[in-house]
């Protein structure tokens, strides 16, 4: 075999561990006991309207999925006000990262980001052997100034994870919109918005407002699978000017997003009852971890996702002593935070059972 060297030297995506797996190296048996806390996932559940429609589709399952997503497309366009030229949906958003890596990324280009920012960029940037440039995060935040420094002509992406993972932080409206003033024609502003519909309703930035100007290179990107509860189904998509869209899908397989996930889309798009509960679940976690967790000397960095970055020193060694007792954070020293853990706002039991077990871990 020969295969692409810089595929052969690729880093492979750890993700949190299965309950499953985790369980089954632990030597634990009831798999409902375990609390896991490590990927941001919505642990409410999906909307039951959701699991309807999804039992609904089942007898469908024959079919090819509708490839253009016609009524989703619609659906959404409607709810966002923009029209349905402006969007793409993929399997996951991540999938939508790597269309853009496919379309903008080569040989002698870059893609700039935050230095602590979600880890697909920089993956999905060497399957196209893009360069990555990584700008500081000072109080692990963008600097959307220094970001701009950075860009030379060699530059094709520049990706704002906003709120941040896995350091819950955001950037201003008035930082953004200096910040796109200022963006070079030949690059392409990625803002990735998978949590905006966790975020107060105040301080919520607004990046489609370029878009619905007719904006070419800014694009948004969300997902169903952390506030809509969605994650195993693989649904996210772009929102962005018709040309980069038609870009983007031209390297898009067929049915790259199942007809199950369309369906449970729709729905969950419909179930604001389980929006707003899912919110007030994330904001109570927070208040609850910002308040409790200084108590036990760990610092907090203040958060507008549904997880929370918190100092406990010695990531690993606490994550591994969290584990045996049945609670799952994110370790964050792959993201060079080694006296880090990323921990997911739960149920309020849930987030009860992860402050007893770092009491326990912490003393
Ligand atoms: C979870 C997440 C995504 C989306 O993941 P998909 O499940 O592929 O939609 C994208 N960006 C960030 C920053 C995330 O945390």
Known sequence: M??????????????????????????????????KVASNENELGPSPMAIEAMQESIAQMHRYPDGGAFYLKRKLADKLDIDPEHLLFGCGSNELI?????????????????????????????????????VPMPEHT????????????????????????????????????????????????????????VMPEDRKPDVLKYIRAGKENVIVLRTFSKAYGLAG???????????????????????NVSGMAQAAAMAALDDVAHLVETRAMVFEGLAFFERELPRLGITTVPSVANFILVKTGNGRAVFQALQKRKVIVRP??????????????????????????LKEVMA
């Open 332 to 357: 964050m020293d792959p993201y060079g935070l080694p006296d880090h853990i990323r921990i997911t706002i739960g149920t309020p039991e849930q987030n009860q059972t992860v402050l007893d077990a």
């Open 142 to 197: 963008h600097d959307l100034d220094a970001m701009l420094a950075a860009i030379t002509p060699a530059t094709r992406l520049v990706v704002i994870c906003n709120p941040n993972n896995p350091t819950g932080t955001m950037v201003s409206q008035a930082a953004i919109d200096r910040f796109v003033e200022q963006l070079p024609d030949h690059v392409v502003a990625v803002f990735d918005e998978a949590y905006i519909e």
């Open 98 to 134: 790597v269309f853009l890596c496919h379309v903008f990324l080569g040989q002698g280009t870059n893609l700039v980001m935050g230095a602590t920012a979600f880890a697909v960029y920089f993956l999905a940037a060497a399957m196209y052997q893009g360069e990555v440039v990584r």
């Open 233 to 255: 189904l693989r649904i996210g998509y772009a929102i962005g000017h018709p040309e980069l869209i038609g870009l983007l899908n031209k390297v898009r397989q067929p049915f």
């Open 2 to 35: 020969k295969a692409k060297e810089w595929i052969s030297d690729l880093r492979v995506y750890e993700p949190g561990k299965p309950i499953e797996e985790v369980a089954r190296e632990l030597g634990f048996d009831d798999i409902a006991s375990i609390v």
